[in-house]
């Protein structure tokens, strides 16, 4: 097999500085020597390294300031259209002389138009809140402004912002969950109460301020204890009834507390995010996935990437100023839960049975202070489900816990499965994501040696036809992808990478050994990404499995390297701790020449899904590399003899029936129906009255909903776990299903009906050949 070396690049820097009257500007935001250095760095390495090798000039400079501005102000309420026109006038035609330079000047500028802007909102907007403000009007509003223009001039951003302070005081009437606010004293106060500032945790709009730029994995710090406004929990006081003029106060005081907030936050805001904003959305104008680190989210990013940590186990990032659900560690508490999803929004975080912290508005460096906390201990969130009226809430309750390896570990179930008057055996394995230690020669848990112990015990309990589940399976280790590829085939090749010199390398399956020789249906969704896709791609193109799930997976095909400037010759020449660059370097190809991106590997056999309609794929991210296509290997393809020609087609035609006749897949496309319908609502009436009949209209589709599901969970398949060895020495807990929420799994159900047919299929074709075979004997 040909092994790929990427060797990086050491880059002398050689620029002409400029005048100390152009380095500084009139911006108060003043960067250092180590921000100048990091900021050239980041240039050169984008210039040279990158895997489309693009100068910036060729950047679109006009694009790459209005993102900028879009990243502080993403739904286009603060800056005037006139602000935008200065800055690109002002900034487009020098801007790669000064990013050359390492010269932040730009960015700090526009800031700090930015901190006036909405310093000035605030203040009209705390004047505003002194007069009655009507929510039983007719009036809509658009909260999501993004794609929308910015104010024409201050007497347009009035009327948006009047119609945006009644939309927000609509949903905190409307709200489920108001409880009376209570000022909490605890014995030992470590900060100060100007940090601490927080009121009512409903909130529903969709804000951004600023983007943290940074994802968390929970880790472990002591519980705060400060003096701070908070929500009462519901067993320590009896919340009383209010009327509805006395709601409309209580939202109206709540706003204030809110923008007292954010205005303190915008007044808070760092030099060192402002950098780190800046070149992210430079490195991003490249493609989605490479992005500027500072210090501080390199520090939390090395955290994310062990495989020991203390918390919730989710990846957390802002969205919008509301700290959202990004991923769900496998085995983590959340993920365990069974009741948070990525795109949940986490709107309140309290510390056991205390009481409920708004967290709307507040960096994510301090939230995720509050959702940490020790080993055991247990913290609840307030969440606003995907998907659901901003209105909606739910209360989560998780252990935190310390995430090990074993978490991810690949599990496996035995299913008996009825047809055509008996019952077939189906083995099914989940896998998470590709874990290993990266040497072979290491005793370290792997993702090819756990399948591998996984289907040897599936084939000693009867299985018969094995499903692959990677529908949550984000990617991981290249060489795990490859041996697992190896498992079930023969030889051949698996992918090819190709780097940014355009060199190519090929990775190969060279073991004759077979784990499992029989039919194969490999399950996906668009959040199978990575090397989740090579391994789809790779069986696909060798016509060793059938693909089931989403139309196709996600469409990752890009490769990242971090370089940590610190680890480079230019840390010899300053002793502040540097930031690092996330640089794209490579790009994956199937077998058949064609790359995984952007398309993905698309499913065989497709099944209705939601995801279709959610913008989770990679084709959905702005400046998203271009597919392409490079020659194919030779090969020869040895399907094993379990296809006819006609194999796929009859077991696509009897799925078809199935989802054309079923309750579960009417279930299924009606909950489809109504997410498009709420997704594609954009504009909100400011109607009291109209939005109340709405939210009751939507919680009695729900609750149907609930009944029908339970209704169905009596129809589900009986099954079997088949534990790992080291999964029963440490006697992992099994997962629990929630009773209020049955765990009734559509794709996995349809999956298993598939390879049944498909085991019906080939004992027929098998009768046939041998009954065919006696006759000529005869």
């Known amino acids: 097999m040909k092994q790929s070396v990427f060797v990086t690049i050491l880059i002398t820097i050689l620029t002409l500085e400029l005048s100390p009257q152009q380095a500084q500007g009139s911006s108060r935001y003043q960067p250092t020597d180590k921000m100048r250095m990091e900021t050239r760095y980041v240039i050169q390495n984008m210039e040279q390294i990158h895997y489309t090798n693009k100068p910036i000039t060729e950047i679109d400079a006009q694009e790459f300031i209005k993102n900028y501005a879009t990243e502080f102000d993403p739904n286009h ?30 960015a700090f500028e526009i800031f700090d138009i930015y901190q006036a ?11 505003q809140l002194k007069t009655p403000i009507d929510i039983t009007q007719d009036g809509y509003y658009t909260p999501d402004r993004k794609d929308l223009p910015w104010p024409s001039d201050a007497k347009a951003a009035d009327k948006l912002w009047k119609q945006r302070l009644k939309f927000e005081l609509l949903n905190e009437v409307l709200s489920d969950n108001i409880e009376e606010a209570a000022l909490c004293t605890p014995p030992a106060c470590w900060n100060t109460l100007n940090d601490f500032i927080f009121s009512y945790y409903n909130r529903v709009e969709k804000r951004r301020t600023i983007p943290e730029l940074l994802y968390n994995i929970g880790g472990a710090i002591e519980d705060a204890e400060n003096t701070y406004y908070v929500l009462a929990h519901p067993s320590a006081m009896e ?16 706003l204030k507390k809110r923008y007292k907030r954010l205005q303190k936050m915008i007044t808070d805001i760092e030099p060192f995010e402002v950098q780190e904003i800046f070149l992210t959305t430079l490195t991003q104008m490249y493609d989605p996935h490479s992005t500027f680190l500072s210090a501080d989210s390199m520090e939390e990013f090395t955290i994310a990437m062990h495989n020991s940590l203390v918390g919730i186990g989710a990846v957390l990032a802002e969205e919008d100023g509301i700290c959202t659900i990004k991923e769900l560690m496998p085995g983590g508490p959340a993920e365990k839960s069974k009741q948070l999803d990525p795109n949940d929004k986490i709107v309140g975080v309290a510390q056991g049975n205390g009481a409920m912290v708004d967290i709307m508005g507040l960096k994510l460096r301090k939230i995720v202070k509050l959702i940490r906390g020790k080993k055991g201990t247990q913290v609840r969130l307030l969440i606003w489900p995907a998907g659901t009226d901003p209105s909606k809430r739910k209360t989560v309750t998780l252990i935190r816990d310390e995430i090990k390896l074993t978490s991810n570990l690949a599990e496996a179930r035995l299913f008996d499965i009825p047809i055509n008057g008996e019952h077939t055996k189906i083995g099914v394995i989940d896998l998470p994501t590709f874990y290993g230690s990266g040497d072979p020669r290491s005793d370290d848990p792997s993702t090819t040696r756990n399948v591998e112990e996984l289907i040897t015990k599936l084939k000693q309990a009867g299985m018969q036809g094995l499903i692959l589940d990677l529908r949550r399976n984000g990617g991981g280790l290249l060489l795990e992808a490859i041996n697992l590829t190896g498992l079930f085939i023969p030889t051949g090749p698996v992918v090819q990478v190709k780097d940014t010199l355009g060199q190519l390398n090929e990775y190969a399956d060279q073991n004759p050994k077979m784990a499992w020789d029989g039919p194969l249906i490999i399950l996906v969704s668009r959040y199978s990404a990575s090397a989740s896709e090579i391994v789809a791609g790779a069986l696909k193109s060798h016509n060793r499995a059938i693909i089931v799930g989403d139309e196709a997976t996600h469409g990752k095909g890009t490769v990242q390297v971090i370089f940590q400037i610190d680890r480079s010759i230019l840390a010899r020449l300053t002793q502040p701790k540097m ?28 099944l209705p899904s939601v995801n279709t309609y959610l913008p989770i794929g990679e084709s959905d991210l702005p400046h998203a590399l271009e597919w392409d296509a490079i020659h194919a290997l030779p090969w020869t393809v040895d399907d094993l003899g379990l296809f006819t020609p006609d194999t796929k087609n009859l077991l696509t035609a009897k799925s078809l029936d199935r989802q054309a006749s079923l309750e579960e897949f009417s279930y299924l496309k009606e909950n489809i129906d109504w997410f498009k319908k709420k997704r594609d609502q954009k504009v909100f009436s400011l109607n009291y009255h109209e939005r109340e009949i709405q939210k009751n209209l939507d919680e009695h589709f729900q609750e149907e909903r609930d009944v029908t599901l339970k209704k169905l969970s009596d129809q589900a398949y009986t099954s079997q ?17 929630d009773d209020n929420k049955p765990n009734f799994d559509i794709h996995l ?4 009906r598939i390879m049944a047919d498909w085991l019906y299929i080939l004992d027929e074709s098998n009768k046939k050949i041998l009954a065919e075979t006696a006759l000529n004997a005869a």
């Open 77 to 106: 309420l603060f800056f005037l259209q006139s602000d935008i026109d200065h800055f690109i006038e002002r900034f487009a035609d020098p801007m790669s002389f000064y990013l050359r330079q390492g010269n932040l000047f730009p």
């Open 579 to 606: 930031g690092a660059a996330k640089i794209t370097v490579q790009k994956w190809y199937l077998p058949n020449g064609n790359s995984t991106q952007l398309r993905g590997v698309e499913s065989d056999i497709i």
């Open 239 to 254: 919340p009383e009834e209010k009327s509805f003029d006395e709601q409309v106060e209580e939202g109206v005081l709540n």
């Open 721 to 737: 776990d088949i534990l790992l060895d080291i999964a029963l020495e440490k006697e992992l807990p099994k997962k629990k299903a």
């Open 749 to 752: 159900r349809e999956a298993l």
């Open 117 to 127: 802007r909405a310093e000035k909102r605030f203040n009209w907007v705390f004047e």
